[in-house]
């Protein structure tokens, strides 16, 4: 028994990570068995044929594809405000000291730390005091707010770790405070950056609670999916799910790869 001991001593952080991994992929299959499916009824709960007629024809259910393109033009407009924003005030905190500091600090946290409901119900009625219509530009704010956060942290962490002396060799080389921005620090600080923005994507698109809140009669792709659900899951909405699961696998190995190309250059 001492043999078997040592060795589950010594690979159990593997396994462990492997379990957990497992627990975290396990779902994933099984939307991208089920989008091969022909169910009979209603339900996409039940293998019945394969069939690939979902993939063939994936906008077939009406209003599926609105819904996720409008998904994706509001993901790709809330990334762009929350990171242009956030990237701006992760360096102001990270580089400058003023009066209020430690509060400004605690308000960007306060996102990350409460409820979405809370969040939702804020802007919900905030939107309804001031009148404005409910629909794409409200969907849009409430997004680049609750994004806004996540992209703060992410810059603000790689900004703080990057050292001073770089800008200042650029400095004493005659560089202008421009060229010194976009060729030392921006490319510094671009990891910090690309990693906010891409969360502040998958955050935007896949949100639902923020979204229902503040979206008046404007139906989002997981409005769809959480409407469709109580009538019966078109196998289409599992297509969409296999194919933006594939799609980040193959960005991040993608990204690793380059990641890994450069470290073994250097």
């Given at each position: 028994?001492?043999?078997?001991?040592?060795?589950?001593?010594?690979?159990?952080?593997?396994?462990?990570?492997?379990?957990?991994l497992a627990y975290m992929i396990i779902p994933n299959l099984v939307v991208i068995v089920y989008s091969f499916n022909k169910p009979t009824g209603?339900?996409?709960?039940?293998?019945?044929?394969?069939?690939?007629?979902?993939?063939?024809?994936?906008?077939?259910?009406?209003?599926?594809?609105?819904?996720?393109?409008?998904?994706?033009?509001?993901?790709?407009?809330?990334?762009?405000?929350?990171?242009?924003?956030?990237?701006?005030?992760?360096?102001?905190?990270?580089?400058?000291?003023?009066?209020?500091?430690?509060?400004?600090?605690?308000?960007?946290?306060?996102?990350?730390?409460?409820?979405?409901?809370?969040?939702?119900?804020?802007?919900?009625?905030?939107?309804?005091?001031?009148?404005?219509?409910?629909?794409?530009?409200?969907?849009?704010?409430?997004?680049?707010?609750?994004?806004?956060?996540?992209?703060?942290?992410?810059?603000?962490?790689?900004?703080?770790?990057?050292?001073?002396?770089?800008?200042?060799?650029?400095?004493?080389?005659?560089?202008?405070?421009?060229?010194?921005?976009?060729?030392?620090?921006?490319?510094?600080?671009?990891?910090?950056?690309?990693?906010?923005?891409?969360?502040?994507?998958?955050?935007?698109?896949?949100?639902?609670?923020?979204?229902?809140?503040?979206?008046?009669?404007?139906?989002?792709?997981?409005?769809?999916?959480?409407?469709s659900a109580q009538r019966g899951t078109p196998v289409q909405v599992n297509v969409i799910g296999t194919a933006m699961f594939l799609t980040a696998?193959?960005?991040?190995?993608g990204g690793q790869w380059i990641a890994n190309r450069r470290r073994a250059r250097a």
């Open positions: 028994m001492a043999a078997p001991l040592r060795w589950l001593r010594r690979h159990l952080v593997v396994i462990a990570a492997a379990l957990v209603r339900f996409n709960y039940t293998l019945n044929h394969f069939s690939t007629d979902a993939w063939q024809h994936p906008c077939d259910v009406a209003g599926m594809c609105d819904a996720l393109g409008l998904s994706l033009q509001i993901g790709v407009y809330a990334t762009v405000g929350a990171t242009v924003l956030g990237t701006m005030i992760a360096f102001a905190l990270a580089r400058y000291r003023f009066r209020g500091r430690p509060f400004v600090n605690a308000l960007i946290f306060m996102p990350m730390a409460m409820p979405e409901i809370v969040m939702a119900a804020s802007l919900g009625t905030l939107f309804l005091n001031t009148r404005v219509e409910f629909g794409f530009w409200t969907i849009l704010i409430a997004h680049i707010m609750f994004c806004l956060s996540f992209v703060v942290t992410a810059v603000k962490a790689r900004v703080a770790s990057m050292d001073p002396r770089l800008e200042q060799a650029a400095q004493d080389l005659y560089a202008t405070p421009t060229q010194t921005f976009l060729r030392i620090t921006l490319p510094l600080a671009a990891p910090g950056i690309a990693a906010g923005a891409l969360l502040s994507f998958a955050l935007s698109f896949d949100d639902f609670v923020i979204t229902q809140f503040n979206s008046g009669s404007t139906v989002t792709f997981p409005m769809f999916v959480w409407g696998v193959v960005l991040t190995a």
